[in-house]
């Protein structure tokens, strides 16, 4: 499946409940390219400049060490990616790919959220330095003191979530990633989700999409 939708969405927090609940594995294009980041690797130093502005990191950069991450799913396993693809080109060449072992998308999970909220959530969005869960802090707590409420680890802002960059992205993910909503729709696999529930509720909505059981969000 692919969790689909804007910057602040709630894709990270959904994709670590489902990753859990439904056992699969979960590739984060953006999670991968702050991994690099963190490490400086040379494809991380190639990415930090289109990431501090909120532009997409090129395709030729991105699209194969994405790819080479779901192809190394074994065939009768699931996965879940969040933040790929994004735009046109990464989803006809995701589509080629799982073709060529004759598997497909059987999900993509829209999440849709009102520009004014994305712009509140990400303000207050903190992740975590050990599982990259991402955290809120509401403005009147100390970060410092605060802890990862999935692991304990250590909590830091991302350079991207300032509001010129998330403007940025915001603009990126209209122009560049919401003609993919047809795209998928006209392929009969698109839900949309309102996300601007509770976690817990949208993740219920998530469930009901696959159409699993309502026990495994509740953990049954
Ligand atoms: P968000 O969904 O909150 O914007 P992500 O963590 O998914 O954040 O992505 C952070 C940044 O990583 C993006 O703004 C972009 O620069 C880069 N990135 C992530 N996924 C892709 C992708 N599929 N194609 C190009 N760039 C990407």
Do not use: W
């Not at 589509?95 to 004759?102: D, F, H, M, Q, V």
């Amino acid at each position: 499946m692919v969790l689909f939708g804007p910057p602040g969405a709630g894709k990270g927090t959904q994709a670590q409940l489902l990753k859990n609940q439904l056992e699969v594995a979960h590739i984060s294009s953006g999670d991968l390219f702050r991994h690099h980041l963190g490490q400086g690797t040379p494809l991380g130093l190639k990415a930090k400049d289109y990431m501090t502005k909120g532009e997409l990191v090129p395709d030729e950069v991105t699209i194969d060490i994405i790819l080479d991450k779901v192809m190394s799913v074994p065939d009768d396993e699931g996965f879940i990616l969040d933040g790929f693809p994004r735009n046109p080109k990464q989803a006809q060449e995701l589509e080629t790919a799982l073709a060529g072992r004759s598997r497909n998308l059987d999900k993509v999970v829209h999440i849709d959220v009102s520009e004014p909220e994305l712009l509140r959530r990400l303000g207050n969005r903190f992740v975590c330095r050990t599982c990259q869960a991402p955290n809120t802090i509401l403005e009147d707590k100390d970060i410092a003191s605060n802890k990862c409420g999935q692991c304990g680890g250590e909590l830091y802002q991302r350079d991207d979530d300032n509001l010129e960059a998330v403007k940025r992205r915001i603009e990126v993910y209209n122009e560049e990633t919401m003609p993919l909503l047809r795209f998928y729709r006209e392929r009969g696999v698109l839900v949309d989700i309102p996300g601007d529930n509770t976690v817990e509720e949208v993740n219920k909505q998530v469930i009901a999409a696959l159409g699993l059981s309502p026990c495994v969000a509740a953990g049954q």
